[in-house]
């Protein structure tokens, strides 16, 4: 019986099954805790795969073919991206001038700030490029990451604890600094740390979530569009 | 606000779940053509939100199917991406050697950008006279 189930380790079944029943344990656990950054399902459900990966002896690259349609979808989620920001148009309309210089300003802070760090500290391209994407949404980050060199799966590390960090210190961040428009304090929030900044700009102001989901849907599409003419120049 | 140029259907909405689909599927194929033709180093689906986007200018009107369709998948993102993470446990040895510069990196950038975001958007706003208001309402629209 033993060796029967055991063939069941090549079927997508099993892998599918045991991703998304560790991630909804640990979105059970986000929940409860009022979707604490520090709780995110994301965190808590990857060490359990791999230590599941680990222990029946599975190469990740039998998971990664196991699990390849839960990825299949990352790239229709990325074009909805275009939905929210065609549905705030009047506002980006009118609010244009500031939107677009602190979304070039972001993200090209992003981008050079993460950069310099890793270059200063001697780290190889291909962490630099890893490193790079790192304020576009999970999706865009990997695949630009991909695109440049660098290390997919580490650029959605990268990308997770951004999100988990700059959602922790975004208040206290934006409140040392005197920010009282909750358009600037979500929208800065958005374009630094995507959905997850997002999530917890919702939490605290409607406006400030709006504008938050708003900068995370231009930064995916900036972070791209700067990364790729920099490659282009390179 | 352009006026909605779709007459109000029989069932509330137009379009189906299969039409959304298909219009974001159609979107991301011809960003992977473009970017295949044109070599640029974006990606197919950057490029195909692109295109989603001038799509909805071109033809702008109500499309519930398609906020609901787009709304169901970026809610659902997290679970989306939690397959790919598990490959970081194929880069040990980057992590261990580079493990403090990527932490170091995603400190800094996360806090700057945060800070330099926020002042910009301030700085441009009171410039063009904008107050701090709150405006739930409209940035809902």
């Known amino acids: 019986m033993i060796a029967a189930l055991s063939s069941l380790r090549a079927e997508p079944i099993l892998w599918l099954a045991a991703t998304l029943l560790a991630f909804e344990a640990a979105d059970i656990v986000s929940r409860r805790s009022a979707r604490h950054p520090l709780a995110h399902p994301v965190l808590w459900s990857t060490p359990v795969l791999m230590g599941l990966l680990t222990l029946s002896g599975t190469p990740y690259p039998v998971y990664a073919s196991a699990t390849a349609m839960l990825g299949f979808l990352l790239g229709p989620a990325v074009v909805g991206l275009a939905v929210p920001i065609w549905k705030r148009r009047r506002v980006i309309r009118r609010l244009a001038l500031p939107l677009t210089a602190a979304l070039l300003a972001g993200s090209a802070t992003a981008i050079m700030s993460g950069v310099g760090v890793v270059w200063l500290m001697g780290a190889p391209d291909v962490v630099i490029a890893s490193v790079a994407p790192r304020a576009a949404t999970t999706p865009v980050g990997m695949q630009v990451s991909a695109m440049l060199g660098g290390l997919p799966a580490l650029t959605a590390a990268i990308v997770i604890f951004s999100g988990v960090l700059g959602a922790m210190i975004a208040t206290p961040l934006l409140n040392l600094m005197g920010v009282t428009d909750y358009r600037a304090r979500g929208f800065s929030v958005g374009v630094s740390a995507h959905g997850l900044g997002a999530a917890r700009a919702f939490q605290v102001n409607a406006t400030a979530?709006?504008?938050?989901?708003?900068?995370?849907?231009?930064?995916?599409?900036?972070?791209?569009?700067?990364?790729?003419?920099?490659?282009?120049?390179? | 606000m352009r006026a909605a140029v779709t007459s109000p259907a029989p069932n509330g909405g137009s379009g189906t779940m299969i039409g959304a689909i298909a219009l974001l599927l159609a979107c991301q194929l011809a960003g992977e053509a473009i970017q295949r033709v044109s070599g640029l180093p974006l990606p197919g689906p950057v490029i195909g939100m692109g295109?989603?986007?001038?799509?909805?200018?071109?033809?702008?009107?109500?499309?519930?199917?398609?906020?609901?369709?787009?709304?169901?998948?970026?809610a659902h993102l997290s679970v989306l991406f939690v397959a790919a993470a598990v490959g970081l446990m194929q880069e040990g040895p980057i992590l261990s050697r580079h493990g403090l510069a990527i932490a170091a990196a995603t400190v800094v950038s996360t806090v700057l950008t945060i800070m330099v975001t926020a002042w910009t958007f301030r700085l441009v706003a009171s410039r063009l006279g904008e107050d701090d208001i709150d405006e739930g309402g409209e940035a809902e629209a």
């Not at chain 1, 989901?213 to 599409?221: C, I, K, P, R, V």
């Not at chain 1, 791209?224 to 003419?229: N, T, V």
């Not at chain 2, 989603?52 to 906020?67: C, H, Q, S, V, Y």
């Open chain 1, 209 to 234: 979530g709006a504008f938050a989901g708003l900068g995370m849907a231009l930064n995916a599409g900036m972070t791209a569009l700067l990364l790729s003419l920099a490659a282009g120049l390179k």
């Open chain 2, 51 to 74: 295109l989603l986007l001038g799509w909805l200018a071109l033809w702008p009107k109500e499309r519930p199917t398609l906020d609901q369709v787009t709304a169901w998948l970026t």
